[in-house]
Antibody, heavy 123, light 108 residues
Framework: EVQLVESGGGLAQPGRSLRLSCTASGFTFGDYAMSWVRQAPGKGLEWVGFIRSKAYGETTEYAASVKGRFTFSRDDSNSIAYLQMNSLITEDTAVYYC??????????????WGQGTLVTVSS | EIVLTQSPGTLSLSPGERATLSCRASQSVSSSYLAWYQQKPGQAPRLLIYGASSRATGIPDRFSGSGSGTDFTLTISRLEAEDFAVYYCQQYGSSPETFGQGTKVEIK
């Protein structure tokens, strides 16, 4: 059974940093890209970005709203994906979901989702 | 980027009724690369449909997707109690991936 478990959320002040982790099980982690989607309170879903597998150079893509502030990484030996969030702003307040992406054409859909971890950015 | 507009915003129906949800794209979605998700309060989204019309693993056949180009539809043939939720469409035909704003299906 595929499982994705996020951790690391919490309260952070504007301008500070936070690192989220996503621990995966039930599939060959190293064969897949990993992606993040967020949802602000009471709002819809927003794609944050993804990191490709080692076979594709672990290259990354980011939403314009987080580019230059957020960084993805991965530890295939432990099946963990990371989201490093720097220079946080109040608009980053959201539930962050780790997802397993399936490649379509130029981008991905998401067949498995974690339960989400809440990040609150406030002074 | 492709903007997805879902309608209606809220659909009020009774159990047993048919639900028809619309997702319209601002430009053609390549190869019908469109997915639908269901989200219940306090839960993560769940994949229902991919490729516009293929059901994900374990999804009941009362859920069906159709459409191509810029117009897509999710149909729930007979609503059951557990189907009352918010539904999102998402295109993955071009980068960046984008989601619609959601349609809430509520009990009338």
């Amino acid at each position: 059974e595929v499982q994705l478990v996020e951790s690391g959320g919490g309260l952070a002040q504007p301008g500070r940093s936070l690192r989220l982790s996503c621990t995966a099980s039930g599939f060959t982690f190293g064969d897949y890209a990993m992606s993040w989607v967020r949802q602000a309170p009471g709002k819809g879903l927003e794609w944050v970005g993804f990191i490709r597998s080692k076979a594709y150079g672990e290259t990354t893509e980011y939403a314009a709203s987080v580019k230059g502030r957020f960084t993805f990484s991965r530890d295939d030996s432990n099946s963990i994906a990371y989201l490093q969030m720097n220079s946080l702003i109040t608009e980053d307040t959201a539930v962050y979901y780790c997802t397993r992406p399936i490649y379509g054409s130029d981008s991905y859909y998401f067949d498995y989702w974690g339960q989400g971890t809440l990040v609150t950015v406030s002074s | 980027e492709i903007v997805l507009t879902q309608s209606p915003g809220t659909l009020s129906l009774s159990p047993g009724e048919r639900a028809t949800l619309s997702c319209r794209a601002s430009q053609s979605v390549s190869s019908s690369y469109l997915a639908w998700y269901q989200q219940k309060p306090g839960q993560a989204p769940r994949l229902l449909i991919y490729g516009a019309s293929s059901r994900a693993t374990g999804i009941p056949d009362r859920f069906s997707g159709s459409g191509s180009g810029t117009d897509f539809t999710l149909t729930i043939s007979r609503l059951e109690a557990e189907d009352f939720a918010v539904y999102y469409c998402q295109q993955y035909g071009s980068s960046p991936e984008t989601f619609g704003q959601g349609t809430k299906v509520e009990i009338k």
